[in-house]
């Protein structure tokens, strides 16, 4: 690809209308070529909007734990699969609420733990 092509493409906009209640539509090329789904992460940055698909990264090292877990507790084919399922959706709300306390805890607030009282002194 020329010089001049590849700044085209890296600059290419359409105008898009707003309606009354904030929405838009994603135009056709840009929605395929950057592989959108049913999710979008909006952010500010210098001064622009800034929309990208949202990237569903496997979380294959607790997907593992998981799976390793299940399969000691003795689960197979599909009671396996269907176990999976149900403890895999609570990773992210068990992640968040972790967040949440630590957050908390940086600003004063909740309760909190040193260091020491979770893993003991290395003595």
Not at 45 to 50: C, D, K
Not at 79 to 98: G, H, N
Not at 113 to 122: H, N, Q, S, V
């Amino acid at each position: 690809m020329k010089m001049a092509e590849a700044a085209q493409r890296l600059y290419e906009q359409k105008r898009v209308t707003i309606t009354s209640k904030r929405q838009f539509t994603i135009p056709q090329k840009f929605y395929t070529e950057l592989g959108f789904d049913r999710e979008a992460v909006c952010l500010i940055q210098n001064g622009a909007l800034i929309i990208k698909p949202v990237r569903h990264a496997p979380d294959s090292e607790f997907a593992e734990h998981i799976l390793a877990d299940l399969i000691a507790e003795g689960f197979s084919g599909d009671s396996l699969l269907a176990e999976f399922k149900i403890r895999q959706a609570k990773v992210r709300p068990a992640v968040e609420a972790m967040l949440k306390q630590a957050k908390d805890a940086a600003h004063g607030e909740g309760e909190y733990a040193t260091y020491e009282e979770i893993f003991g002194t290395e003595e």
